[in-house]
């Protein structure tokens, strides 16, 4: 569905204007690797790693700072049955280091109010918003922030990859990079 359509889709929908506020770029993530422990709902040794590794990977890295230093910071909110903490921890180092908190408003089904909380938010227009989110929901996700086609499902054990969506003429466009952080991480 093309922007201006979803744009007054909206409009019907609400019955209310909506001033678009696109942001420059949006850095989706999974959360970094989990425990062999089912039950465990925090993040393993080498989750806690990556989590640290993202930091300066994110804050230094030239292809992540053209508009600045991340804006905002979301992650699925903590929900039953699971109760996962995993995409909470794996932005918390990033998230003491630029002093934001890491938002969860929103549960892993809620995808699409989260893609029109950022393409509407006048407060990022322009900048840089990280999300951390759970594999099962990042294809549908990069799809409602207007990414199309929609990628491929991220593999049960893919913890190290990372989707930049850059935004060009209300037009998304979506690289799929590896972050090797962590020994073991794809090359390409």
């Not at 053209?66 to 995993?86: D, I, Y």
């Not at 918003?129 to 499902?153: E, N």
């Amino acid at each position: 569905m093309g922007m201006v359509r979803f744009i007054l889709l909206f409009i019907v929908a609400w019955g209310a204007p909506l001033a678009w506020a696109q942001p420059a770029q949006v850095i989706l993530l999974r959360h970094a690797e989990k425990s062999e422990d089912p039950a465990d709902v925090h993040l393993s040794l080498k989750g806690r790693e990556r989590a640290l590794a993202l930091v300066p990977w994110l804050t230094e890295t030239r292809t992540f700072l053209t508009n600045g230093l991340p804006a905002a910071l979301f992650a699925t909110a903590t929900f039953k049955p699971e109760h996962s903490q995993r995409p909470q921890e794996t932005l918390a180092p990033l998230a003491r280091h630029l002093g934001q908190p890491v938002q969860t408003p929103f549960q892993n089904r809620e995808y699409v109010a989260l893609a029109q909380n950022i393409l509407t938010n006048q407060a990022y227009a322009g900048k840089t918003v990280v999300i951390c989110w759970v594999h099962d929901y990042i294809p549908q996700l990069a799809a409602a922030l207007g990414v199309s086609p929609m990628p491929r499902k991220m593999k049960a054990d893919e913890f190290d990859r990372v989707l930049l969506i850059s935004f060009h003429d209300e037009k998304a466009s979506l690289e799929n990079l590896p972050q090797r952080l962590l020994y073991g991480d794809a090359a390409r």
